[in-house]
């Protein structure tokens, strides 16, 4: 028997234009599209060409006239400073619009940019809809970003407005925002008219005269704005990621095929009704937080939270079950590394007995691989459905998952289930020929992909072509290798960059990674390539060990995790060094820094990535390299 979510993928595939236009009789449009998928420029595909939309209208004012004026939009919840605060959709929507207002009085309209550089607050969310309502296009840079890596971004954003805030908080320390502007705009060669600056008591900021607006001073006798329709194909956003190049490659994303992926993700992905709750654990500065903690609740009517905090430290690793509980999470979307964090302060779970979790029916993972001992420890102490799902910056949106809204499929630990309806993927060869079931390749997804995928590079198509689509000519590269078993399940093992080759056998390192997991005593890992004269690479393991674990156990652990690796996947692995570390350096969003570590196993020198979380654990992954190197 068709399993259900099979029938709904294939209905995707052979007929794209009535799909996705059912799916997007659930959104308010000014006018109506010409053509649902207007491949007229390909590979420069445009959804609902011809429709005007607004994405602020979507989020908010539709639903205020149909009722929802004061259910809860958005909760509030930051245990760094101690604080919880709920806004109905009413009055997010008068925030909203006098704060669009505000920036029209400094010069924003429609199609202009406007870069937003703050801390998880409220004012964060208001500041990105008010820009959506203006028709106009916002570029959030992650909180605290670099100076350097911020005024790339506004040389190629070219914004007319900043908003920040004085200062972000992480735990123990207060991170001043303001003078980490300032060094940006002074090195940019752009200069943006005006900064509005939301003064947070922690660490008020200088401001600087004719330049610089105090957030209230903006607000004061500005008029309510209303939405301001745009077409379909106008861009919402820009979100800058890491080039390999050193320029950031600004992901440009639409308005309307935004709208219609990301309301039909809510149902038929994620399983959650209009009215209930939705919790994202990332930030704003990453496409979870654009898509799913900003615009996926909203638009469905449901009640978002936006956490500032850790899921470990504030104050313990309880902290994601207390913010559960309180506010009767429904659905969960976290990524891997925060549970396994979790899991390192709390093996046993016990931190999870102390909370009512009965609203939780569900839990999402996504950001990186979840290895299947991961897995298993989050089904076994939250006793839900866990869905491992794989999408991208790019993707805007889950390519891969078990659409429980659909029909919930069973579980194959270390796979991200199966395609989502519009994404048709294949795995292919080095030479774009399509491979056997089960084996590893490269991970490309046919053209056109469906709505919410980026539509281009800010102002860069050629570059947006040469990245993407031309080293398989039809399809979209992803960069990620795995394999798809004769089920039709996908599994997404590791950048395409850690595959390595070990004497002539292609191996990936997620594979390594996933059998170092297993072991009872760790945490988290990661594998990497170093070169060898003799195999070419070989790789290199470093483990982060459970809490409680004693030192008199670490010579034992690592000898069992190479005859780990021997057993499991054989000699040919060549897996023969294992290092134990207190911590792996990873970014802000929770992704470990293979690439880096990799330069610093062979001995190279390496950039300090501006994305990491905390430049110090360098320099404890070299020392660990260095003293293995030295026995």
């Known amino acids: 028997m068709a399993r259900l979510s099979d029938l709904v993928h294939e209905r995707s595939l052979k007929d794209p234009e009535r799909f996705w236009g059912d799916a997007a009789e659930t959104i308010d449009w000014y006018a109506k599209w ?9 590979p420069f595909y445009r959804w609902f060409a011809g429709a005007t939309v607004n994405t602020c209208h979507n989020a908010l004012d539709r639903h205020v006239a149909r009722g929802r004026s004061q259910q809860a939009a958005l909760i509030y919840d930051s245990p760094v400073t101690g604080s919880v605060a709920t806004l109905t959709y009413r009055e997010l929507l008068d925030r909203v619009s006098h704060f669009a207002g505000a920036l029209a009085r400094l010069g924003v309209s429609k199609g202009d940019r406007v870069i937003i550089y703050m801390p998880m607050i409220p004012e964060a969310v208001i500041a990105m809809l008010a820009v959506a309502r203006l028709g106009a296009i916002h570029s959030v840079v992650f909180g605290g970003f670099a100076s350097a890596e911020l005024a790339t971004r506004i040389d190629d954003a070219r914004p007319t407005v900043v908003v920040t805030a004085s200062c972000g908080i992480e735990p123990g320390r207060t991170v001043g925002y303001k003078p980490l502007l300032d060094a940006a705009i002074a090195m940019s060669r752009h200069k943006p008219s005006h900064c509005i600056v939301y003064q947070r008591p922690m660490a008020p900021a200088d401001l600087i005269p004719g330049r610089d607006v105090e957030w209230n001073e903006a607000l004061a006798g500005a008029r309510p704005h209303d939405c301001v329709p745009v077409p379909a194909t106008d861009p919402l956003y820009i979100l800058y990621t890491s080039g390999t190049t050193g320029q950031p490659k600004g992901i440009v994303r639409d308005n309307g095929g935004h709208l219609v992926a990301l309301d039909w993700s809510m149902k038929h992905v994620y399983g959650v009704e209009p009215g209930e709750v939705f919790w994202a654990a990332s930030d704003i500065g990453w496409v979870v937080g654009h898509s799913y903690i900003v615009y996926a609740p909203l638009v469905h009517g449901c009640t978002t939270i936006l956490f500032e905090g850790k899921p470990v430290g504030t104050p313990d690793a309880g902290v994601y079950w207390r913010v559960a509980s309180q506010h009767k999470v429904a659905c969960l979307f976290t990524a891997p590394t925060s549970f396994r964090a979790i899991k390192r302060d709390d093996p046993n779970g016990l931190l999870i007995g102390n909370y009512d979790l009965s609203s939780l029916r569900t839990l999402f993972l996504a950001g ?32 891969c998952a078990n659409c429980v809204g659909i029909d919930m499929l069973p579980v194959k630990p270390g796979s991200a289930t199966t395609p989502v309806a519009g994404w048709d993927v294949q795995v292919v060869d080095a030479s774009g020929r399509p491979v056997k079931a089960g084996e590893i390749g490269s991970l490309v997804c046919k053209l056109p992909l469906p709505p919410g995928s980026l539509m281009t590079l800010w102002g860069a198509d050629e570059r947006y072509e040469q990245t993407y689509l031309s080293d398989f000519p039809g399809f979209y590269k992803t960069a990620d290798a795995g394999f798809i078993d004769e089920d039709g399940y996908v599994y997404v093992m590791t950048r395409t960059d850690d595959v390595i080759n070990v004497a002539g056998h292609r191996l990936a390192t997620g594979a390594m990674e ?8 760790v945490a988290e890992c990661a594998v990497v390539g170093a070169a060898d004269t003799l195999k070419g690479q070989v790789p290199i393991g470093f483990v982060v060990l459970k809490a409680g674990v ?10 069992e995790l190479v005859q780990r690796v021997r057993d499991r996947i054989g000699p040919v692995a060549g897996f023969r060094t294992a290092m134990i570390v207190k911590r792996l350096p990873k970014t802000r969003s929770g992704k470990i820094l293979r690439s880096t570590m990799r330069r610093i196993a062979d001995g190279q020198p390496y950039e300090m990535p501006p994305t990491i979380d905390d430049p110090a654990v360098l320099s404890e992954i070299d020392e660990a390299v260095r003293a293995v190197r030295t026995i």
């Open 368 to 399: 990186e691989r979840t290895d299947p001992d991961t897995l298993a420890w989050a089904e076994d102490k939250l006793k839900v459905p866990v869905v491992d799902h794989w999408w991208q910056t790019e993707t805007g949106w889950a390519v």
């Open 514 to 521: 996933e059998v170092l997991a297993s072991h009872p005593d």
């Open 550 to 559: 004693p030192e008199m156990r670490h010579g034992d652990i690592v000898v």
């Open 34 to 42: 010409d053509r649902v998928c207007d491949g007229s420029r390909a």
